[in-house]
C-alpha cells in the first residue's frame, strides 16, 4: 500500500504568516492528492482536489502544489479560522490512504 | 440539499456486536460510494474501505479487511458498518463521506457528522 507521510507534524505559526506543508507518497500518485482541513469535533473539510485544483468556495490564500511523490499545501497569509489540523489523502484508487495529519497552532 | 446523517453515539461493552447507519439524501443514494472513515482519540484519519450501493461492490483497507463490515440497503438509503465482537480498540469517531463524482472514487465533498463509538 501506498503511504502518505506529512511534515511537520505540529507547526505554531502567527496570524499573516505563510505557512507549508508537504505530503510525500511512498511511490507516485500522479495528482491523485486532495487536502483537507479539520477542526475539533467536526468532519474534515475538502480544501484542494487533484493536487492543485481550488475547491469551490475555499478562499484563494490555500493553494497546492506538486505530483508524483512530493506535494505541498500553502496558505499565504494565515487567518485566525485556519487554525486547525490539516490532512492530504490519495484517492482515485480502491486501496486510500490519509497522511497523519499536520496540526496548525498559534505562536 | 445533500446530506449524509449518521447514527447517534453508541456505547457498548468489549465483545458486543454493533452496527452504525449512514443515511444519505438529496442525490442518487444508488450512483455514488460510501466511504468509512475512523478517528481515534486524539489521532488521525484512517480509511476503512468504501461500497458502490448500487451493486454492493465492497472494499477494504487491509488494516481493516475482518475486522468490519460495510454493507448497504439502497431500499433506505443507508450504510452501515458493523462489529461482531468490539474490543476496546475501536473507540473512536466514525465518519462516512460520499465522493464528489458519481461512480467514481472522487474527493470526498460530503460527510456524515460523525458517530462516536465508545467501548468500555
Known amino acids: 500500500d501506498i503511504q502518505l507521510t506529512q511534515s511537520p507534524s505540529t507547526l505554531s505559526a502567527s496570524v499573516g504568516d505563510r505557512v507549508t506543508i508537504t505530503c510525500r507518497a511512498s511511490?507516485?500518485?500522479?495528482?491523485?492528492l486532495a487536502w483537507y482541513q479539520q477542526k475539533p469535533g467536526k468532519a474534515p473539510k475538502l480544501l484542494i482536489y487533484k493536487a492543485s485544483s481550488l475547491e469551490s468556495g475555499v478562499p484563494s490564500r490555500f493553494s497546492g502544489s506538486g505530483s508524483g511523490t512530493e506535494f505541498t499545501l500553502t496558505i499565504s497569509s494565515l487567518q485566525p479560522d485556519d487554525f486547525a489540523t490539516y490532512y492530504c489523502?490519495?484517492?482515485?484508487?480502491?486501496?486510500?490512504?490519509f497522511g497523519q495529519g499536520t496540526k496548525v497552532g498559534i505562536k | 440539499e445533500v446530506q449524509l446523517v449518521q447514527s447517534g453515539a453508541a456505547v457498548k461493552k468489549p465483545g458486543e456486536s454493533l452496527k452504525i447507519s449512514c443515511q444519505g439524501s438529496?442525490?442518487?443514494?444508488?450512483?455514488?460510494?460510501i466511504a468509512w472513515v475512523r478517528q481515534m482519540p486524539g489521532r488521525g484519519l484512517e480509511w476503512m474501505g468504501i461500497?458502490?450501493?448500487?451493486?454492493?461492490?465492497?472494499r477494504y483497507s487491509p488494516s481493516f479487511q475482518g475486522q468490519v463490515t460495510i454493507s448497504a440497503d439502497k431500499s433506505i438509503s443507508t450504510a452501515y458498518l458493523q462489529w461482531s465482537s468490539l474490543k476496546a480498540s475501536d473507540t473512536a469517531m466514525y465518519f462516512c463521506?460520499?465522493?464528489?463524482?458519481?461512480?467514481?472514487?472522487?474527493?470526498?465533498?460530503?460527510w456524515g457528522q460523525g458517530t462516536l463509538v465508545t467501548v468500555s
Open positions: 511511490q507516485s500518485i500522479s495528482s491523485w
Open positions: 463521506a460520499r465522493p464528489r463524482a458519481d461512480g467514481g472514487l472522487d474527493v470526498y465533498d460530503i
Open positions: 489523502h490519495h484517492y482515485n484508487t480502491y486501496s486510500q490512504t
Open positions: 438529496g442525490y442518487s443514494f444508488t450512483s455514488y460510494w
Open positions: 461500497i458502490y450501493p448500487g451493486d454492493s461492490d465492497t
